[in-house]
């Protein structure tokens, strides 16, 4: 074994922690969060609704960059949770169906041993009569 590879730390050495990120620094493109490149950001002042007669009594809000920021958040995460419940829906569904499948052939099959059980009973119940008819056409016949 080669110990010259310094690339390898050993168990008792300390292994500096890499800086924590500065928030405050804008961050890369692609970024989940953007920060305004303007500190001091302020909406722009919402104009007088134009009315015709027929326009809706609510008036238009303006779209604002952070609010179509948070539509476009809103819409990934949507995404995102509708893509993960996909995922997990055929494993889900699987095993409700094989949870089901278990009880609908645990009551089939007591219904059909009820059955079974039911027409062994017949049966034998009707051999038995038949067995005895005979036994005693026998012991009559013998007796006279």
């Given at each position: 074994?080669?110990?010259?590879?310094?690339?390898?730390?050993l168990l008792t050495e300390v292994i500096?922690?890499?800086?924590?990120?500065?928030?405050?620094?804008?961050?890369?493109?692609?970024?989940?969060?953007?920060?305004?490149?303007?500190?001091?950001?302020?909406?722009?002042?919402?104009?007088?609704?134009?009315?015709?007669?027929?326009?809706?009594?609510?008036?238009?809000?303006?779209?604002?960059?952070?609010?179509?920021?948070?539509?476009?958040?809103?819409?990934?995460?949507?995404?995102?949770?509708?893509?993960?419940?996909?995922?997990?829906?055929?494993?889900?569904?699987?095993?409700?169906?094989?949870?089901?499948?278990?009880?609908?052939?645990?009551?089939?099959?007591?219904?059909?041993?009820?059955?079974?059980?039911?027409?062994?009973?017949?049966?034998?119940?009707?051999?038995?009569?038949?067995?005895?008819?005979?036994?005693?056409?026998?012991?009559?016949?013998?007796?006279?």
């Open positions: 074994m080669n110990h010259d590879d310094n690339s390898i730390p500096p922690l890499a800086p924590a990120p500065d928030y405050a620094a804008p961050m890369q493109p692609g970024a989940f969060h953007t920060q305004p490149a303007n500190t001091h950001y302020q909406a722009p002042a919402a104009a007088a609704p134009v009315m015709t007669p027929m326009s809706p009594v609510t008036p238009v809000t303006p779209v604002t960059p952070a609010a179509e920021q948070y539509r476009q958040w809103e819409q990934e995460i949507r995404e995102n949770v509708l893509q993960s419940l996909l995922e997990r829906v055929d494993t889900v569904l699987h095993q409700h169906l094989q949870d089901q499948m278990v009880l609908a052939l645990d009551h089939l099959s007591d219904i059909v041993m009820q059955r079974v059980r039911e027409g062994l009973r017949d049966a034998l119940t009707e051999t038995v009569e038949r067995a005895v008819a005979e036994e005693m056409a026998r012991f009559t016949s013998s007796k006279m």
